[in-house]
């Protein structure tokens, strides 16, 4: 425990110091403006969901904007690590991992709040946390910020023996609960909001997280001398119509300013992150 | 004659067949070519829009994941696909991130920008790239290269295969067309040597089989026509057989008359429409001894002043023009006229007028000179005639007037009935001279009886019976005593001997011997017996000599020497129907020596041998002054 304090700490000062992480290598003028998102979802469903601001930002800083993602949180997180975004969307627990360990500088987040879920098939039978001990539950990946939930959640409920299950998207994890191919699954309540109602509509929310740090936006620091640019073309385009109509339809209420303790509290959870990177997982 | 296959009918058919089946084949071939290879081109770019949305729909998320692993693999079980010859993914910088089928130490191939099946790709290969889009971000290029080889192979077998199906269908055709030429046109071919054999005038044969097609109908014409030309040939053959005899017989007919015109001693000259002068016998030259070139082509009145100016100015030449009226005024139907100079020749002229376009007058010339001649000669013979007997006969009519009206003494009586009786006999012997000349110019010696006899015997015979003149001397014979033949009328050749022997003794008043001489001249064919009766007479000038055998001609003017007159004539003309000759020698005052030769046959050796004076040959008889044959 102490040393996670101590770890904390220095994550909370090495920023302030500029000593956190090494300077991030400067990209190359012509390079695309790359913005990684975590894949809380399938790739073509992030791409397609950030289009209006990779197009706003185009317009804004004058430079092509490409949005990219990774096969799973935990690549991700290393990609994060390697400083391969130039604008990195993701939880709050790898945010704060690369607010600690990149150097990444926390921008903003959306207005509503986050939140996970435990999922299980509406007509199962499932209706305690121990009624899954045995069974299969699916997870986003070992990395992601509802898989870190719903595992705690597992083991604050004392459900032994569980088998988990990695997939690549939350669709896909809609999909197996409704095939019966597992007893529970964890994702994001937006992501669950989101699925296709007849699978939405299949489902049942068996647990429900406090409201976390969801995405937030962290800008590489090597952008940092251009941070109030980016930032106010970020504030520029929630202001647009389009902004309006992509929060509008994820539900994801705005942009508002994030509290440094917002990332702190994800210390936890990236810790874990962090580890499974040691891990190579 | 056979023809080269090129220059048939058939041939020329069959090439044109084979031609336009060649194009459409080569068309054929060619539009197969290129459907095949728009289809396969198609198919190939059907291919690349199926594959490649697939390709990036199943490239979009590991590309947005940057998950190249992912996309390696992708790129590698995609390559498996058949057709496609490599694959390879750029991200949005351009930066290959996945590769498969194509070296990654190489730089990928330059896309096409069209679909070319012909390029310089080898193995041939469609290049092309596709964006790799989500939205409206660009996650990276899919670049793939088509492989067309497979293309490139159907086409070439398609080609092959193409060529050598066309190339059966063509020996095919070659052999069915040639086949079906051969029906169509072998019936052309007989028409043709049917035709060959009209042309050379042979006969045909076989007619060229007929029917209802067009060959058929062909052949009926044909035959139609090879009738009529047998029958046009006929006529004309009938035609050049007339014509030939037409020409045959005109020009035996021309012949006959060139013939008739060159014999004839007639001269024409004709005129044509434009009264120029076409043609003129050749006695018509003779006649005016004029050239062709001197009357051929003159008109009328050039022709008729040069005739004119030849002719003499008591016989004028009037013109053709005025021939008829002159003719008229001489109250004869043809004109005469006289030619000038040596010759004074007199030529009858006539002319006849035609209707004909080539002739339109013909002028007829005869040369009546001779005639002309004999005209004169017996008008002077029947005044000499009727001056000779009229003498005695004036003598008798006296003398017997006298003796009716008078009384005489019976010896005066007895002298005017011996002068009436001597003057008959003068008048007598003038009738029987007569008698004998017109009967030899009219029998011309049909009446003389030859035989072969003896001269020398002969002329004895006549002097024996000639009556020698009181106080006269016989004459003497002189020459070989062998006989002397010849071929002749006793009594005719006799009959001049007398007048020759008489004349001598009448013509040689003061008395002179009178000799006779026989000899033979030449050898062989050429041998002659010459006969010559000399006197020392009163002789004749050479006018008078020339003259003496004219009838009625008298050299004694004075009336003195009895005599008719004839003798000479006489002897002339026996002489000339026996193919002898006659000379006279004569000189005034001293004698005539008067000559005939006559043909001898061949006369016994002994006879040629020596004459009765002793000379083997006498001189022959060639000097006479004159020569009467």
Redesign the interface.
Do not use: G, K, N
């Given at each position: 425990m102490r040393s996670r304090l101590r770890v904390l700490a220095l994550s909370l000062l090495m920023p302030a110091l500029g000593l956190a992480a090494p300077a991030p290598p400067a990209a190359p003028a012509s390079?695309?403006f790359r913005i990684g998102v975590a894949?809380h979802s399938?790739?073509?469903v992030?791409?397609?969901m950030y289009?209006p601001l990779?197009?706003h930002l185009e317009q804004a800083l004058h430079r092509?904007v490409?949005?990219?993602?990774?096969?799973d949180f935990t690549?991700f997180a290393r990609?994060g690590m390697a400083q391969?975004y130039d604008i990195a969307i993701t939880t709050g627990h790898q945010a704060r991992l690369l607010q600690t360990d990149a150097g990444h500088l926390p921008l903003l987040t959306y207005k509503a709040d986050f939140k996970a879920v435990a999922l299980v098939l509406g007509q199962s039978r499932f209706r305690e946390p121990k009624e899954l001990a045995g069974g299969t539950v699916i997870g986003l990946s070992g990395s992601s910020l509802v898989t870190l939930w719903g595992q705690q959640w597992l083991h604050r409920n004392s459900v032994g023996e569980v088998t988990m299950r990695y997939v690549s998207a939350s669709d896909s994890v809609g999909q197996l609960l409704v095939k019966g191919e597992a007893s529970a699954g964890f994702m994001s309540l937006a992501n669950f909001q989101n699925l296709a109602p007849p699978v939405r509509d299949q489902l049942r929310v068996l647990a429900e997280s406090l409201p976390m740090a969801g995405r937030v936006y962290l800008l590489n620091a090597r952008h940092r001398k251009e941070q109030e640019a980016i930032s106010a073309a970020l504030w520029a385009f929630a202001e647009t119509p389009d902004a309006k109509q992509y929060f509008a339809r994820y539900k994801l209420g705005g942009y508002r300013t994030l509290e440094p303790r917002e990332l702190v509290a994800m210390e936890p959870y990236a810790n874990d992150v962090r580890l499974a990177l040691k891990q190579g997982k | 004659m056979r023809l080269a296959p090129w220059r048939t009918l058939r041939g020329r058919l069959v090439a044109a067949a084979l031609l336009v089946e060649l194009v459409m084949l080569a068309i054929l071939v060619g539009n197969s070519q290129r459907l095949l290879r728009n289809a396969m081109g198609e198919q190939a770019r059907d291919q690349a829009e199926q594959i490649a949305p697939v390709l990036t729909a199943a490239l979009?998320?590991?590309l947005?994941?940057?998950?190249y692993a992912?996309v390696q693999a992708v790129l590698q079980e995609s390559h498996a696909i058949r057709g496609i010859d490599y694959l390879a993914v750029t991200d949005?910088?351009g930066a290959i991130v996945a590769i498969s089928g194509w070296p990654a130490n190489m730089p990928l191939p330059t896309v096409d920008a069209a679909f070319n099946l012909d390029d310089d790709d080898d193995p041939p290969r469609y290049d092309l790239a596709l964006p790799i889009k989500?939205?409206?971000?660009?996650?990276g290029t899919l670049q793939m290269g088509l492989a067309l080889g497979h293309i490139v192979v159907a086409r070439k077998n398609l080609l092959t295969q193409g060529m050598l199906i066309a190339g059966g269908e063509l020996l095919l055709s070659v052999g069915l067309l040639s086949f079906l030429g051969y029906l169509i046109t072998r019936q052309l071919t007989r028409l043709t040597k049917a035709s060959l054999a009209v042309a050379e005038g042979r006969p045909v044969l076989k007619a060229a089989p007929e029917g209802p097609d067009d060959v058929g109908r062909l052949g009926a014409a044909f035959n139609a026509m090879q009738r009529a030309i047998a029958e046009r040939v006929q006529q004309l053959t009938q035609a050049r057989d007339e014509n030939a005899r037409i020409a045959e017989s005109l020009r035996e007919s021309t012949a006959q008359l060139n013939a008739i015109f060159e014999l004839s001693p007639d001269g024409f000259v004709s005129f044509d429409a434009k009264g120029h002068i076409t043609y003129a016998s050749p006695a018509f030259f003779r006649m005016l001894g004029w050239a062709p070139g001197q009357v051929i082509g003159l008109d009328e009145p050039a022709f008729s002043a040069r005739l004119a100016n030849a002719c003499t100015e008591t016989a004028q030449f009037p013109g053709v023009a005025g021939l008829p009226q002159a003719a008229e005024a001489a109250g004869r139907k043809r004109q005469l006229i006289e030619l000038a100079g040596s010759s004074k020749r007199v030529l009858e002229v006539g002319l006849r007028r035609s209707d004909a376009e080539a002739v339109s007058q013909i002028l007829f010339f005869r040369d009546v000179t001779h005639e002309t001649e004999v005209d004169r000669m017996k008008s002077e013979f029947l005044s000499h005639a009727a001056h000779e007997l009229r003498t005695p006969m004036a003598s008798i009519a006296g003398f017997a007037e006298l003796l009716a009206t008078r009384k005489f003494t019976d010896e005066r009586r007895q002298d005017v009935v011996g002068i009436i009786r001597r003057q008959s006999s003068v008048m007598v012997s003038i009738i029987n001279e007569l008698l004998d000349l017109v009967r030899i110019d009219d029998r011309r010696g049909q009446d003389f009886e030859f035989t072969q006899l003896d001269l020398r015997a002969l002329v004895q015979e006549v002097l024996t019976d000639f009556g020698v003149p009181d106080g006269r001397e016989p004459a003497t014979l002189h020459g070989p005593p062998t006989a002397l033949p010849v071929r002749a009328d006793p009594q005719k050749l006799a009959q001049a001997v007398r007048n020759i022997v008489s004349n001598a003794y009448k013509y040689s008043p003061g008395g002179g011997p009178v000799t006779i001489t026989l000899q033979r001249e030449g050898d062989g064919a050429e041998a002659r017996a010459a006969l010559q009766v000399t006197d020392c007479g009163i002789g004749m000038t050479p006018e008078q000599a020339a003259r003496v055998c004219e009838r009625f001609y008298r050299a004694d003017a004075s009336g003195n020497i009895p005599g008719t007159g004839l003798g000479m004539a006489i002897v002339k003309e026996i002489v000339t129907l026996h193919g002898g000759e006659m000379g006279i020698a004569s000189t005034a005052g001293v004698g005539t020596s008067v000559s005939l030769w006559l043909p001898s046959p061949e006369a016994p050796a002994a006879a040629r041998a020596s004459t009765d004076d002793g000379h083997a040959t006498a001189e022959p008889l060639a000097t006479m002054s004159v020569s009467l044959s």
């Open positions: 390079a695309p894949p399938s790739a073509r992030i791409i397609e289009q990779r197009q092509p490409e949005i990219v993602t990774a096969p690549e990609r391969a | 979009v998320a590991p947005a994941q940057s998950d992912t949005a910088s989500l939205s409206a971000q660009r996650l």
